[in-house]
């Protein structure tokens, strides 16, 4: 099956193409994300968005602010 792009959606790389989302809602923002807010937003977990952001984090894609209180 063929998406809109021309792309085979069964080829795409699924925690690639989710790390890309998480850029995607991040940019669109323009300041600060939670954790609970981007996995409501991307109808992720808490525990799998915790995970790809801290890989991002890591990786220097991401910075994490102090949290929010």
Known sequence: MNSSN???????????????RIFEALASAGCGRGVSELARELEMTQSNEF????????????????DRT
Do not use: H, P
């Open 51 to 66: 995970r790809l952001l801290q890989t991002l984090t890591r990786l220097d894609y991401v910075r994490r602010e102090k």
């Open 6 to 20: 021309g792309y085979d959606a069964t080829w795409i790389n699924s925690t690639f193409s989710k790390r890309l």
